[in-house]
C-alpha cells in the first residue's frame, strides 16, 4: 500500500510517499481501510521532533492522528464493530497515523461515522473535536447563562468551541483574526474581537486559550476572568496562567481520544447543532508539500488528505 513517513526527524523534506507492507490486525485491532486523515499542527511537531518527551514515537513514522474510513479486517476480540462499519476515530499518537491506504487501531477508540456528512469529511473531526469538548466541558465545566472568551477562534478547534459553547447555551466572546472573523461570527459567536485582550463589558466565566501568543500576552487573558474563573489552554508548551489571589485557575489541556465524546459529536453533527468546515481536500502524495505550507504559517481552516483522488472536490 501507499503510505507518506518520515525515517529521521526534520523539516517536511524527510516526509517520503512510498510503499510500505499492508498491516495486519493484532488481538483488539481492526484494520480501516482510510478515506480521510488530516492535518493537525501538532504532526507537524512530531515530525521535526519537538515531541520526542511526551509523544515518542518509532521511526519510520506515519503521521496522522484523524482517521475515517471503513473497517476492513478484524483481529481477535475487536468487539463493538464488524467489516464494512464506516468509522472514525482518534488514533494513538505512539502510533503509526492515518496518511496511508491502511491504518490499524483499537477498536474501543472507534465510533460509528456521521451518517449526514460524506465520509472523508468526518475526517476532520477527531482531534480538533474533541479538544474543544474536553476543554469546555471536562476541564471549564461551562454551563447555560455563563459568558466564555475564545482566544483564537479563527482555527479549527475554535470553530468547534464556538459552536459546542453557543450550543450550551453559553454567550460566547471570540478573538480572530480579519480573515476569520465573519467564519467565527457565522459560527455563532456573540461578540468578535481582533487579536489580544479584548476590551470586555463584563467578566467572562472561562478563557480558552487556542493561539500561540508570547506568555506576557496569555497571563494578561486572567485580567478579564472574574474571581474564581479559570483560564483552559491548548499551548502547553507555556504553562497556563493563573490568579491565586482571585481564584483563577489557570489548566492546561492534553488531549485524549474518547470513543464516547466523540460519539456525541457525530450525534451533534448528524443532529444539524454541528457544522464540520472543511476548507481543502489534498491527496495523499500532497502530505509533504501540506507539511511545508503549515510550517510557513500559509495554512488557513481544516484541510483534509485523501489516500485516493476520489472526493477531492
Known sequence: MKAVRFHEYGSPDVLRYEDVEQPVPAAGEVRIRVAAT??????GNIRAGYMQGPIPVTLPHTPGIDVAGTVD????????????????????MTGAGAAAEYVLAPAGL??????SIPLTDAGGLPLVGL???????????????????????????????????????????????????ERVRTAGADEVFGHGVPGLSALVDVVLNLAPV????LA???????????????????????????????????VNSDAAQLARLVTLVDSGALHVDIARRVPLAELPA????????????KVLVLPSAVSLT
Do not use: C
Request: aromatic share 6%; glycine share 14%; net charge negative.
Open 220 to 254: 494578561a487573558l486572567t485580567s478579564v476572568v472574574r474571581d474564581g474563573g479559570i483560564v483552559v489552554n491548548t499551548t502547553v508548551w507555556m504553562p497556563a496562567p493563573s490568579d491565586e489571589e482571585r481564584g483563577v485557575r489557570g489548566v492546561n489541556l492534553f
Open 110 to 115: 472507534l465510533t460509528a461515522a456521521p451518517a
Open 131 to 181: 479538544t474543544a469538548w474536553q476543554a469546555l466541558f471536562d476541564h471549564a465545566k461551562l454551563t447555560a447563562g455563563q459568558r466564555v472568551l475564545i482566544n483564537g477562534a479563527g482555527g479549527a478547534v475554535g470553530g468547534y468551541a464556538v459552536q459546542l459553547a453557543k450550543h450550551a447555551g453559553a454567550h460566547v466572546i471570540a478573538t480572530a483574526g480579519p480573515r476569520s472573523s
Open 38 to 43: 488530516s492535518f493537525n499542527p501538532v504532526d
Open 290 to 301: 501540506l507539511h511545508a505550507e503549515a510550517a510557513e504559517g500559509a495554512l488557513s481552516g
Open 73 to 92: 479486517a478484524l483481529g481477535e476480540g475487536a468487539d463493538g464493530v464488524r467489516a464494512g462499519d464506516q468509522v472514525v476515530g482518534f488514533l494513538p
Open 214 to 217: 508570547e506568555p506576557i500576552q
